[in-house]
């Protein structure tokens, strides 16, 4: 078990439908990612937060929206995912961003798109 | 573009033997540099760090840094079969931007 937590841990939905992905911890870290991971490739950043406020997107397209609503919880809102958009969804904090601190990962949401 | 290369593997060690994992980069400005270790359908889980060059070693793990060559490495000691994953290496510059990681060397340690 990691300190950055992570629900649901598994999730099938349909193109149309609409669900969240969740994340927190409570390190007192001030920067939290998400990352998408397919199989046998390493994370992929998707956003940044440092301090609650999006500080990255890498270029990710809209039916994916964060939001972080305070320093311990990032959300990740899905809507309109494709099938090529099934993968391991990783969620990490580190004390602050731009510093040399590791990144700690959560367990990570398995997605399957229908 | 700043580019994190390892060996993808597999690479495979019997019981007890040492395990070398290399990474190299090409970002001559980075500064810190970790070492992740992913089972199959897990999340990576943070093994070692290193900032400066030289080795730091944390029981039968030994990260080695030489930042002239460009290259990091990971050396496990007494390998055991559960140590068999999918090794992750990952940079960051000194302006503190985020990870880059590497594709991943898988290791298999055999009975």
């Known amino acids: 078990d990691t300190e950055v937590t992570q629900t649901p841990k598994h999730l099938v939905m349909g193109m149309t439908n609409k669900k969240s992905l969740k994340c927190e911890q409570h390190m007192g870290h001030r920067a939290m990612y998400w990352y998408k991971q397919k199989a046998k490739k390493p994370p992929e950043l998707m956003f940044v937060?440092?301090?609650?406020?999006?500080?990255i997107n890498e270029s990710v397209p809209s039916r994916f929206s964060p939001e972080c609503p305070n320093s311990s919880l990032l959300n990740l809102h899905l809507h309109a995912l494709q099938p090529e958009d099934s993968a391991l969804y990783l969620c990490a904090s580190s004390l602050r961003d731009r510093d040399n601190q590791p990144q700690h990962f959560g367990d990570g949401t398995r997605l399957s798109i229908l | 573009q700043k580019e994190v290369e390892q060996n993808s593997g597999p690479l495979s060690v019997p019981e007890g033997a040492i395990a070398s994992l290399n990474c190299t980069y090409s970002?001559?400005?980075?500064?810190?540099f970790f070492w992740y270790r992913q089972y199959s359908g897990k999340s990576p889980e943070l093994i070692m760090f290193?900032?400066?060059?030289g080795d730091k070693e944390d029981g039968r793990f030994t990260a080695q840094l030489n930042k002239a060559s460009q290259y990091v490495s990971l050396l496990i000691r007494d390998s055991q079969p559960s140590d068999s994953a999918t090794y992750l290496c990952?940079?960051?510059?000194?302006?503190?931007?985020?990870?880059?990681f590497g594709p991943g060397t898988r290791l298999s340690v055999l009975p």
């Open positions: 990952a940079v960051r510059d000194n302006y503190g931007q985020n990870f880059v």
């Open positions: 290193i900032y400066s060059n």
């Open positions: 970002d001559r400005g980075s500064q810190s």
């Open positions: 937060y440092s301090y609650e406020k999006l500080s």
